[in-house]
């Protein structure tokens, strides 16, 4: 077990934060931050739009949120000359974190509701499928990647269809959509990178994914194993136990 | 025989309503009116000689009506309009029920002046043929409701071609400063009647365009649009960086507003006058609805023809008396305290609000109201978008209450707020009282409610007996 050291600090490669923020994505950013300050580390934030290049030896967090169908349009079509860098990034341990919009362009292809396909970064083996109509609504899925059945709450509001290939779900659906309203399962995820629907945003009310992301990104940076040291979330339960009660469990 | 009868079958059944204490009897009524006469609306806005203006916008819409019916009003417009704010199809058509019941020729000069849900606009310009539209601004606002910005730009699209279709000249009346409703007006052909508003006054300017910016690249091209500057969310004199696209040349402008926390002066150039409002609205998203009131009345004047032009003062000191709508910068009277209710429901209303707010002498105390019932939105992420940022520095008391309270104080504490400064109350009752009680004598509560919470305030001050029943508002 490796202490963490006032001095690390968090690589933190954001992509195309100006047009794929449409769920709140930068709420998901701030925990990533205030997480690492709370602890005495800092989160380093480099952000990445179309025509960057990325090295993907130089980050050991990625991030990629959701946006408007014209926004993912352009994105698409820009992550091609991305794409080999954040596969490098993800084969080599770095985190990744892929919300709403992003797992769709994290997977083969999206094909639209236009019937366009779009290529995406293929790091997740998955692919998706706009459909007539929108899966809403607040969702609760369980999840046994930060300990045994941990419960994960948020919002979904996606017209794609995840189908998933050699790749484990994110959780499976307690209640709510996931994927694609028929299997059960909600996001994907592979090594330190996790694709997922949830929304609201995800992080703030399921503090414990984001220290996973955070532990799995500075174990990349710093080698080891890290254990985060506890925070009070005492705020972050409470907002949790109210999303629950959204979709019908008790508080 | 079953039209003929429709509207007294309505009108009962609002009356009913109204006894019965549910949602004002506003909008039943006109639910019954369509089912048992689906061509109420056509038939009964085919009666307004001086034809219909209809109003929609994310933000801006309530108060715009407000606006533009006293305008009217003062140009001699006997005036039929939908003013509790049920801006649905049905609340157009229960606002239409008063003159289905008149046999009578209606005097010369009415006018119907609607307030439209953006998601309506669509079906309530098909039935009701407006002579004149006026289109304020889109912003993202109930992604769970509205879908993406997208969907609602082409819908309005698609409202807009039909529109020109129609018999009889329309006017579109349209804010220029925002890039994504510019580009849409000009697609529709040069030959539909435009006149373009937005703002002038340099000074008012942002550093930047908010984070929770809709329009940040070329409609046209796709390259990035530049904003210098930007004045309001997307809103600004904006040019894509590329192509020649680029705002509109205004017909009516902002020439000036500087607003403190409880009015201003808006001075406006309208084609080659000056006028100048002094207004109890404060902000520059007032001093926007006022230019586009502004545009709507020429709009409706010039379909009538004075022979001497529309008397612009008589405008202006009409505008210049229109009382906030209710939880629209409302101010209510608590003692020694006083509350200003700034309705909170999307990102850049809610940053308007707080640049509204931060226009008075610090320090500020806030009561924040958070609901995710259907007509707030039930997904709650947005509160992420709005810059509080500002706020939290000013704040001397921030008092969080709702039914998601509890998101909301995450939200503070993940921007550095001082939580010994933010306090959950889960009560609204008690949660005034916190706010009320923790203010000193003399000072302002600002409380920024989404729709619910703030129909859930406006029932507790009326059991204090601070406010009337908002149904009875006129």
């Avoid at chain 2, 920024?448 to 009875?472: E, F, H, K, S």
Wanted: aromatic letters at 4%; one cysteine or more.
């Amino acid at each position: 077990m490796n202490p963490t050291l006032p001095s690390h600090t968090v690589r933190l490669c954001h992509l195309y934060p100006e047009r794929m923020n449409i769920y709140a994505d930068r709420g998901n950013i701030a925990v990533f931050a205030n997480r690492l300050k709370w602890r005495g580390m800092s989160l380093e934030i480099r952000e990445f739009t179309l025509g960057d290049s990325v090295d993907p030896s130089d980050h050991d967090l990625y991030y990629l949120g959701g946006g408007q169908d014209r926004d993912q349009d352009l994105v698409a079509g820009d992550l091609a000359h991305k794409a080999d860098a954040l596969r490098a990034g993800a084969d080599d341990g770095a985190a990744q974190l892929y919300v709403c919009g992003g797992i769709q362009l994290a997977g083969h292809r999206y094909q639209t509701a236009s019937g366009e396909s779009l290529a995406g970064v293929g790091v997740l083996d998955l692919e998706t499928v706009a459909g007539s109509t929108r899966l809403v609504g607040d969702i609760a899925i369980s999840t046994d990647l930060c300990g045994p059945s941990v419960e994960v709450v948020g919002y979904e509001n996606h017209a794609g269809r995840t189908h998933l290939g050699d790749v484990s779900p994110f959780g499976q659906v307690i209640s709510g959509h996931g994927n694609n309203d028929a299997d059960k399962t909600e996001g994907a995820t592979r090594d330190r990178v996790i694709g997922t629907y949830l929304h609201g945003p995800l992080l703030p009310k399921n503090p414990q994914i984001a220290d996973l992301l955070l532990s799995w990104a500075l174990e990349h940076r710093y080698g080891g194993r890290v254990e985060l040291a506890p925070l009070d979330d005492t705020l972050e339960k409470s907002a949790h136990a109210v999303a629950r009660t959204r979709v019908g469990l008790d508080r | 025989m079953l039209a003929a009868v429709a509207p007294t079958v309505a009108r009962a059944v609002g009356s009913l309503s109204r006894r019965l204490g549910r949602g004002g009897g506003t909008t039943l009524p006109g639910v019954v009116l369509l089912r048992l006469d689906p061509d109420a609306i056509e038939r009964s806005a085919g009666r307004l000689d001086a034809g219909s203006v209809v109003i929609s916008a994310t933000n801006g819409k309530t108060t715009t009506t407000r606006l533009v019916v006293d305008a009217a009003k003062a140009l001699g417009y006997s005036v039929t309009t939908n003013r509790a704010g049920s801006n649905l199809e049905r609340g157009v058509a229960a606002a239409l029920l008063d003159l289905g019941r008149r046999r009578a020729e209606l005097p010369v000069g009415s006018l119907g002046v609607f307030e439209v849900d953006e998601a309506a606009l669509d079906a309530v310009v098909s039935k009701a043929h407006p002579r004149v539209i006026v289109l304020m601004n889109l912003f993202r606002d109930q992604l769970d409701r509205f879908g993406e910005l997208e969907t609602l730009l082409e819908r309005w699209r698609q409202m807009l071609t039909n529109a020109r279709a129609q018999p009889g000249p329309v006017t579109v009346v349209a804010n220029a400063d925002d890039p994504n409703l510019a580009e849409l007006v000009r697609s529709i052909g040069n030959d539909i009647d435009v006149i373009w508003f937005g703002c002038n006054d340099a000074t008012v300017g942002l550093d930047a365009v908010a984070h929770a910016s809709d329009a940040t690249t070329c409609r046209r091209c796709d390259h990035p649009i530049r904003h210098d500057p930007a004045y309001l969310g997307h809103l600004g004199a904006w040019a894509c960086t590329n192509c020649e696209a680029q705002r509109p040349p205004l017909d009516i402008e902002i020439v000036s507003a500087s607003s403190t926390a409880t009015g201003q002066t808006v001075k406006v150039r309208a084609g080659e006058q000056h006028i100048v409002v002094a207004t109890p609205l404060a902000g520059l998203h007032n001093a926007y609805n006022i230019v586009a009131a502004v545009g709507a009345a020429l709009a409706v004047d010039k379909r009538r023809g004075p022979a001497d032009g529309t008397s612009l003062s008589t405008v202006a000191t009409a505008l210049g008396r229109t009382q906030p709508a209710f939880g629209r910068g409302e101010r209510v009277a608590i003692g020694t305290r006083e509350l200003s209710i700034l309705l909170a429901k999307n990102p850049t209303g809610v940053n308007q609000n707080i640049r509204t707010v931060l226009a008075a002498p610090d320090p500020v105390h806030i009561l924040a109201m958070l609901n995710d019932r259907t007509a707030d939105g039930r997904d709650v992420s947005w509160v992420w978008d709005v810059d509080w940022e500002p706020l939290i520095e000013r704040a001397q008391r921030l008092t969080l209450t709702g039914d998601r309270a509890g998101d909301l104080a995450l939200r503070m504490k993940y921007a550095s707020a001082d939580m010994s400064r933010v306090v959950v109350v889960d009560e609204a009752d008690a949660a005034l009282d916190d706010a009320l009680g923790k203010a000193p004598d003399n000072a302002t509560v600002h409380v920024l409610p989404t729709y619910t919470a703030m129909l859930d305030l406006r029932t507790i001050l009326t059991g204090r007996g601070l406010v009337a029943d908002q149904w009875d508002e006129t």
